[in-house]
């Protein structure tokens, strides 16, 4: 829960809309590091932790009054960019709350459908098993390895994506991932078809304009519900012809596109570009703080505790929460 929000931001009427980035179950804020590198010039970015392994929080109310609490006191209008279980917590968010949200764009969001099929479920477990493995393993090195090497079973675009990355974005990264286990990344992803079969009765369509951005990770049946979905917000449908599902990690540029169809920048930018810096950051977990610095092309954003922000211009924004853990996979 956010417990404190100190700095300045301009006023609605004076800004662009900020962005929410929202990460799949299980996953790292650091892995939008580099959709951040895209946009923190134009938006104020922010990238909100999820705390809560109780079975209270893993429910979609739960999950939303953390997300409720995180985006309170944000100037808006807000533009939710939620990847998978993440797209799927900002379209219900943005339903129960249409008039603080003036777009979506959603990465291959976990359809409320996929709450009633045991395929969906199992691999859920699947994941989650993978997640307890790499927790055992972790003091010997195992997935940092893994990772290096790109043979991380949960990050098939790992090695793609770490190419693209300054050294120091890169390791942060690595050892958020590296650290999922400390986090309640395994609990949330088994949550993630009961929390589906709870929105399926809830969900309502906000009226806002949307983008989904849909892979052929899981086959036929899965582009089927990106078009339903699509469908259900009036949204365009972009499909990117692979089968990535970490959209963000392979196509971070396409992210970024689509953020701007939905909130076109104005014609001055209310964040002048940094010229030096990383979209990398300084991170406060239970265990460290960490900060990233890298090249001209990843403007520096401040990440505390899960909450990752762009300064606007020379004003400091920090916001405190709960740890929550780094996590590790995206669903």
């Known amino acids: 829960m956010v417990s404190s929000l100190v700095g300045a931001m301009p006023s609605a009427a004076d800004s662009p809309p900020t962005v929410v980035l929202l990460h799949g179950a299980g996953d790292t804020p650091l892995s939008w590091a580099m959709v951040?590198?895209?946009?923190?010039?134009?938006?104020a970015v922010v990238?909100?932790?999820?705390?809560?392994?109780?079975?209270?929080?893993?429910?979609?109310?739960?999950?939303?009054?953390?997300?409720?609490?995180?985006?309170?006191?944000l100037p808006g209008p807000l533009v939710l960019v939620g990847h998978s279980f993440g797209g799927l917590l900002a379209r219900a968010w943005?339903?129960?709350?249409?008039?603080?949200?003036?777009?979506l764009v959603l990465l291959d969001p976990t359809p409320p459908q996929a709450g009633e099929l045991r395929a969906v479920s199992a691999g859920m477990h699947?994941?989650?098993?993978?997640?307890?493995?790499?927790?055992?393993?972790?003091?010997?090195?195992?997935?940092?390895?893994?990772?290096?090497?790109?043979?991380?079973?949960?990050?098939?675009?790992?090695?793609?994506?770490?190419?693209?990355?300054?050294?120091?974005?890169?390791?942060?990264?690595?050892?958020?991932?590296?650290?999922?286990a400390r986090g309640?990344?395994?609990?949330?992803?088994?949550?993630?078809?009961?929390?589906?079969?709870?929105?399926?009765?809830?969900?309502?369509?906000?009226?806002v304009q949307s983008i989904v951005l849909a892979s052929n990770a899981y086959g036929p049946t899965w582009i089927e519900w990106q078009q339903t979905t699509a469908d259900e917000l009036s949204a365009e449908l972009w499909r990117t012809g692979d089968r990535s599902h970490n959209i963000h990690l392979r196509h971070p540029d396409l992210v970024a596109r689509a953020v701007r169809v939905v909130a076109p920048p104005p014609a001055s930018a209310a964040y002048p570009p940094a010229s030096t810096?990383?979209?990398?950051?300084?991170?406060?977990?239970?265990?460290?703080?960490?900060?990233?610095?890298?090249?001209?092309?990843?403007?520096?954003?401040?990440?505390?505790?899960?909450?990752?922000?762009?300064p606007p211009q020379q004003a400091r924004i920090r916001t405190k929460m709960a740890a929550p853990g780094p996590y590790a996979i995206a669903v």
């Open 126 to 180: 699947a994941s989650a098993a993978v997640l307890d493995l790499m927790r055992l393993l972790a003091p010997t090195g195992v997935p940092t390895l893994l990772l290096r090497t790109g043979l991380h079973p949960l990050y098939p675009e790992h090695r793609a994506a770490a190419r693209a990355m300054p050294p120091s974005a890169r390791h942060a990264w690595r050892h958020a991932v590296a650290d999922a």
């Open 277 to 310: 810096g990383a979209c990398g950051a300084t991170v406060e977990s239970r265990s460290s703080a960490r900060t990233t610095r890298g090249n001209g092309r990843y403007p520096r954003v401040d990440v505390v505790d899960g909450i990752a922000m762009r």
């Open 94 to 103: 943005a339903g129960e709350q249409p008039e603080r949200v003036s777009g």
């Open 47 to 73: 990238v909100p932790g999820r705390t809560g392994t109780d079975p209270e929080s893993l429910t979609l109310a739960g999950r939303l009054r953390t997300l409720t609490a995180a985006l309170t006191d």
């Open 184 to 207: 309640g990344g395994a609990q949330e992803l088994r949550a993630v078809p009961s929390i589906a079969r709870e929105a399926r009765e809830v969900l309502t369509p906000p009226e």
């Open 36 to 43: 951040c590198a895209e946009l923190v010039g134009t938006f």
